[in-house]
């Protein structure tokens, strides 16, 4: 069924004739007047997309050339909006209801935050810049009833259809801003216009929000302030949605509820035991101290309970302190050769040497004749590339050198 047969029209009908066809049956199958009815919908979209089509010069002529297959379907204005610009005043209190029902876009904003604010919370104000519905003319635009007319270029939908070929045989529909009315959908004599939104139905407000950062809080925590963002006329203001991002902190690293740092020991610490102080994100002073007697080797973790992270929302709930040593070994040449001989007496008591040679070593045997090889410092940079130029270099070194005239001899 072509467009023309939906409306009920001649192909050759005026533009007064597909207007005044589209309103009757408009009337007729419109949602408010048929409340339930799916095929009445239906056949009101059906109708309103053949208006659209049939009431703009350009796109008509399209349609008589190529058809409905000329066009690239895409989603249209409401019908019930175009229906409301032809003839406002019908069915207004229910499209007036659903205009309203429509919500405004939100604005995001990040607020950074340190561990610090989120260890014990904090209170911060935001200062904000928002669109709102013009409170003189309350978003009309005039206070003058009956000021502000339907613009008659784009039939109050703010909005301009327009085609654009994509193919030899194919146009988009596109839609593009009035220039006439800059996009009001409405044209107000400038005598007429309100003083202070000069007809635009929106102004600009200042307004300050209190943000409470709760105690426990976490990266990417989303703090929501409904109502509080832009809004364009006959709409429901957006929402404001604050995004906490959670700074670096130069001794702490958050990892869920837990709190982890680094700490590095000399060897004498590692062996003999340590005792060192840091600061807490609430301000204490805490000594954590090693137990006696015990020994520290490089990559070991010790925990300190309930020293972490305040679970959000649950304040008896604490995380905990994990601590991740590193051992500083003595530089080369730092120790002489009689820190060198007690260091070794030491170590060769008993109960220091239980563990060696436990990866395979066959340790000193006897005083026979060995070959003595010296193990020479490398770069870590450079350890890979030299291992494997050594490795090559070896195994060309070791080239078996064969008989032949012992091949195939018995």
Known sequence: MSFYEVLGVE???????????YKKL??????????????????????????????????????????????????SDEPSSIF????????????????????????????????????????QRMRL??????????GKGSKKPGAAKICQQCKGQGVKVGMRQVGAMFFQQIHE????????????????????????RVVNEKKSIEINVERGSVNGQRITFEREGDQDPD????????????????LYERKGNDLHINRTLNLGEALCG????????????????????????????????????????????????IVHFKVAFPSKGSLNAEHINLLNEILKEEG??????????????????????????????????????????GSKGKVYETNDDDEGSD
């Open 352 to 393: 220091f040497d239980q563990n060696v040679n436990k990866d395979g070593g066959i340790g000193i045997s006897s005083n026979e004749d060995r070959e003595v090889v010296e193990l020479i410092e490398i770069e870590p940079s450079t350890s890979s590339s030299s291992s494997s130029s050594s490795s090559s270099e």
């Open 177 to 200: 801003k009035c220039t006439y009315c800059e996009g009001q959908g409405q044209t107000i004599n400038p005598r007429d216009r309100c003083g202070r939104c000069e007809g635009r």
């Open 129 to 138: 810049q928002k669109q709102i519905q013009c409170p003189d003319c309350d």
């Open 26 to 75: 408009a009337l007729k199958y419109h949602p408010d007047k048929n409340p339930g009815d799916a095929q009445a919908e239906a056949k009101f979209k059906q109708l309103t997309r053949a208006y659209e089509i049939l009431s703009n010069q350009k796109t008509r002529e399209q349609y008589d050339k190529y058809g409905e297959e000329g066009f690239k379907e895409q989603s």
């Open 84 to 123: 409301d610009a032809l003839f406002p005043g019908m069915f207004s209190t229910k499209t007036q209801r659903k205009q309203r029902g429509k919500k405004g876009d939100n604005v995001v904003r990040k607020l950074p935050v340190t561990l610090e604010d989120m260890y014990v919370g904090k209170q």
């Open 235 to 250: 709409t429901e203001p957006g929402d404001v949605i604050i995004v906490l991002e959670q700074q670096p902190h130069r």
């Open 11 to 21: 192909d050759n009908a005026s533009a007064d004739d597909i207007k005044k066809a």
């Open 274 to 321: 340590f005792e060192f102080e840091i600061i807490t994100l609430d301000g204490r002073i805490l000594r954590i101290k090693s137990a006696e007697g015990e020994v520290i080797r490089p990559g070991d973790t010790r925990i300190v309970y309930g020293e972490g992270m305040p679970v959000y929302r649950s304040p008896l709930t604490i995380g905990d302190l």
